[in-house]
Each structure stands twice: as C-alpha cells, then as structure tokens.
C-alpha cells in the first residue's frame, strides 16, 4: 500500500469512519479516488466526524470547535451533492443529517443525474473498479448475512390467484408502491456508469424509484423527479416485460427503493454471475420449480435468467431413448424473482414457497445494525469515540465477540438480535422519528 502513502489525513479517517459501518470501503485506489472526486478536505473532515445516529448542524458544530453557521452550509453543500441526508426530526421541527455509506448511499447518488461539477466518466471508472474490479472488495461489499443490502421480489405476474393471495405486502412490489404513495424516479446508477464506460445498456436509463423520505430526498436535492403511484406501476410492468429483476431494500417497513435490475450492469447480480457470490442478493419467499413433463427444453428460461440459475440437462435414458432434454433449477442461486416465468410458453415453470421462510429486518436500523454485526463492526457503529471508562471496556467486549467462530458468533447474534438491538430500535424511532 505504499503508493497510498500520500493520501492526506482527512481522506484516510473518512475511509477509515466508512469501512467501519454497513458496507465496506477499503484502503484502495479506487475508494481513495471517490473520496477525492467528491469531498473537499472541509468536507472529508466533517463526515469522518459524524456520528452514526442523525445530528444537528450545531452538534457538529460543537464538535468541530467550529462556526455552526459554517456547519450548516458545509451540511447542505455535501447534502445537495449526495453525500449526507437531510431530514426535519418531527419531535423538534430541527433539521438533521446522516452521512451516507458508500452503498447503498454516494455511490447511487453520484450517478443519478447528469452533473457537471465532476468528472462523470473518471468517477464512472473509480465506481467501477470499486464494486467490480476487485473480488476481495466485492466480497467485503456482499458479506454473508440476513442483512443484505437489497432483497428480491418476485414478479407477481408468476404467481397464480391463490399463491399471491399468500404472498405478504412487503414481497410485493406493487404493494410497496401503494403504501408509500408515490415516489420519485432516477436515472439507474449502473446503466449510466455503463454509459460513460462505453458500455450502454439495451434497458431504460430513467427508472430508478425511490420512495417514501427517500423520495423526498431525491425530489428536493435534484437527483430525480416526483412521480405519483400510476407511473411507478407502469415502470413496474414495462421493467417485468424486459425481464428486470426487481431488488428492494431490505427492509419490511418503509423501504426506500425498487430497483429494476438486469445481470449485464447490475453490481448486485453480477456479485452472483461473475463472482460467484451466491449471497449477494436475498432471496425472495419463492423459488423456481420446473415441471419436466410440460417443459419443451427450449432454453429460453435459460436465457432470461440474468444469474444463470438455470440450465439444460438430459434426463436418463427410458424405454431405450434418450432421456429429454429440460431446464432445470440451481436451488442455491436461484432468487425466486421471476423472470424465467415470463420467458416460459408451456406454464412449466412455477415458483413454489422456499422450504425456509426468507427474513427479512424490520426497518433499516435494524438492517444496519445486524449488517454491522456481519461484518464485524458493530462494536464502530456503538460506541465510535466515545472514550468513556464504561464505553472502552464494552467496546473491548463487543470486539471479542465479534472474533468468536462463527458457530458462536451465531449464537451470540440471536440474543443480541433479541435483546439489544430491539432496544436500540425502540431508541432509534424515538429519537429519529420517522426515519427510522
């Protein structure tokens, strides 16, 4: 790492204050030359400083030893460039911010829009080789665990009258869509990195939807444009006819968006396709199933799958004849999101309850939480700097846990999961309102 040397000191404690978190952001060229792109030093220091729950302008202020109306300007300069979210807490009527993790978070909004306060296509190029161009990254990125950062959700046109009915809300993406009422529409990060990469994709740019704050977020800081419930079905129903997969956040309530994804850009399913990190994506609740005896072993499930779950084999010989030639299912890559179904003209492709129910977090504090506990970093998100006596001992504690087996490791994330970060749930909607 010696040609990293010269790095200046806020861009290495911004890196460091990232790798700490959710997702992962290494002490690499390619991370360093995002930092670089779009924080200024001012900019690098003040989000290395954040703490991980939402705080006020004179917070940081205070911690900073600086102007709170400096703070406030710097805050929303980095919150117009996708940096930080902004949200009014409902109990006080006072602004807060979070800065954003690298994914899903400044990777996303760097590419949402066109912008000319950077260079586009030398960040399309550190953005690619970020989530791309390195296994040991993308692994770290896409870490086993419950707490992925999207969750599939299948296509409800694969589903017959009565298994939809047994489909819960929060797998459904039309359901999503309705609850929130509306969002906003981006163009799609991936396919616009491949443009600029001289890449393009055969799929629309302008589909990204967020939802709910998320939403909001996007509308007011200029990263896409409001669109109403209608337009975001219609969205829905064209990106099933192209045979996207559609990935959420995971999250049961409130989650932020619907990504229409296909395997030629997608960094999430190319995670699975070209690294193959079968975890990479959650599953949705279903999964693929063929019936042999309908199934004309055509290919063309085959070919829509953008994961390569699917292939064909010959049967065994019967009778003296050769054995048919069908597709069939790889059950640990498949997502259950859908797609072969549509490419199927005999109905022989069918999509069954998995034999485990999928879980899926609550909210996103709980999604962040537990992705933290995955990846050995929960003690950061905790107690971060706090260097009381008490604080220094739990996060030695917490850090000894974390480098257990992982068959303890396990055993230690369920009492956690039940006892601790429920609390920090129950705090978090408390002091965060709605965000959470």
Known sequence: MGHLNDIKAEYVALQRRHDQGPAAAPAQEAVFEMLRTLYTEDEARTGAAMPWEPVSAASMARRLGEPEHLLRDRLERMAEKGLVFDYTDPRTGKV?????????????FTMMRVR??????????????????????????????????????????????????????YEKASAIIDEAGGGAVSLCYCRHVGEHL???????????????????????????????????????????ERGLVQIADNVKHKPAYICHCCGCHCGQLQAISQHGLKYAVRTSSRMASIDESRCAGCGRCVRRCPIGALSLNRLPPRDGRPGQVVSQVDESVCLGCGVCHGACRKGAVSFPPRPQRV?????????VMMRALERGALHHMLFGSRATPTMAFLHRVIGVIERLPPVHQVLVAKQVKSRFVSRLVTEGKRRGGDMF
Do not use: W
Request: net charge negative; charged share 25%; glycine share 6%.
């Open 96 to 108: 807060k911010y979070v800065l954003f993790p690298p994914v899903v978070g400044f990777v996303e």
């Open 116 to 169: 000319d306060d950077m260079d586009q296509k030398r960040m399309a190029q550190a953005l690619h080789e970020y989530l791309h161009g390195n296994k040991e990254v993308v692994e770290a990125i896409f870490a086993p665990g419950e707490a992925q950062i999207g969750r599939t959700v299948i296509h409800e046109t694969a589903l017959s009258a009565g298994e939809y009915s047994q489909v819960l809300d």
């Open 198 to 240: 001289d890449q393009p994709c055969q799929h629309p740019m302008e589909i990204c939807t967020s939802l709910g704050q998320a939403s909001d977020y996007v509308v007011r800081r200029g990263f896409g444009r409001r669109a109403e419930a209608a337009e975001l079905k219609e969205i829905l129903a064209m990106a099933r």
């Open 359 to 367: 879980l899926t977090p609550e909210t996103t504090l709980e999604r």
